[in-house]
Protein backbone atom coordinates (compact mmCIF):
# COMPACT_ATOMS: atom_id res chain seq x y z
CA UNK A 1 0.00 0.00 0.00
CA UNK A 2 2.54 2.66 0.97
CA UNK A 3 4.83 1.20 -1.94
CA UNK A 4 2.42 2.30 -3.72
CA UNK A 5 1.83 5.89 -2.79
CA UNK A 6 5.58 6.52 -2.41
CA UNK A 7 5.33 5.53 -6.45
CA UNK A 8 2.72 8.23 -7.03
CA UNK A 9 4.26 11.35 -4.99
CA UNK A 10 7.93 10.19 -7.00
CA UNK A 11 5.93 10.21 -10.39
CA UNK A 12 4.32 13.30 -9.11
CA UNK A 13 7.04 14.99 -8.34
CA UNK A 14 9.29 13.96 -11.69
CA UNK A 15 6.25 15.97 -13.89
CA UNK A 16 5.26 18.01 -11.62
CA UNK A 17 8.69 19.92 -10.21
CA UNK A 18 7.59 23.38 -9.62
CA UNK A 19 4.03 22.21 -8.33
CA UNK A 20 5.87 19.57 -5.91
CA UNK A 21 8.55 22.51 -4.70
CA UNK A 22 5.32 24.57 -4.01
CA UNK A 23 4.07 21.88 -1.51
CA UNK A 24 7.48 21.51 0.20
CA UNK A 25 7.46 24.83 0.85
CA UNK A 26 3.91 25.07 2.23
CA UNK A 27 5.18 22.28 4.45
CA UNK A 28 7.86 23.77 5.65
CA UNK A 29 6.11 27.28 6.54
CA UNK A 30 3.08 25.34 8.07
CA UNK A 31 5.79 22.97 10.04
CA UNK A 32 7.41 26.04 11.64
CA UNK A 33 4.72 27.97 11.91
CA UNK A 34 3.53 25.25 14.39
CA UNK A 35 6.64 24.63 15.95
CA UNK A 36 6.12 28.50 16.68
CA UNK A 37 3.10 28.01 18.25
CA UNK A 38 3.79 25.34 20.39
CA UNK A 39 7.38 26.78 22.15
CA UNK A 40 5.02 30.52 22.70
CA UNK A 41 2.64 28.20 24.23
CA UNK A 42 4.44 25.59 26.18
CA UNK A 43 8.00 26.57 26.41
CA UNK A 44 8.02 30.50 26.53
CA UNK A 45 4.43 31.32 28.00
CA UNK A 46 4.42 35.48 27.65
CA UNK A 47 6.70 35.81 26.21
CA UNK A 48 6.38 35.75 22.27
CA UNK A 49 9.37 37.79 21.44
CA UNK A 50 11.69 35.12 22.92
CA UNK A 51 9.57 32.51 21.56
CA UNK A 52 10.25 34.55 17.73
CA UNK A 53 14.00 34.79 18.11
CA UNK A 54 14.34 31.03 19.56
CA UNK A 55 12.58 29.78 16.67
CA UNK A 56 14.66 31.52 13.95
CA UNK A 57 17.65 30.64 15.82
CA UNK A 58 16.44 27.23 15.71
CA UNK A 59 15.32 27.85 11.96
CA UNK A 60 18.85 29.05 11.18
CA UNK A 61 21.04 26.59 12.44
CA UNK A 62 18.68 23.70 10.98
CA UNK A 63 19.29 25.09 7.88
CA UNK A 64 23.51 25.37 8.46
CA UNK A 65 23.07 21.94 9.10
CA UNK A 66 21.38 21.18 6.32
CA UNK A 67 23.86 23.04 4.27
CA UNK A 68 26.90 20.86 6.36
CA UNK A 69 25.82 17.55 5.68
CA UNK A 70 24.66 18.30 2.30
CA UNK A 71 28.52 20.11 1.55
CA UNK A 72 30.14 16.33 3.10
CA UNK A 73 28.02 14.26 1.34
CA UNK A 74 28.67 15.48 -1.79
Do not use: C, R
Request: hydrophobic share 60%.
Amino acid sequence: MFKDIFQKVAAFEHHHQAIFAIVVAIGIVLFSWGIEKILEEYLFPGKPLVGYIFTILLGVFLLWMTKVVVLNLM
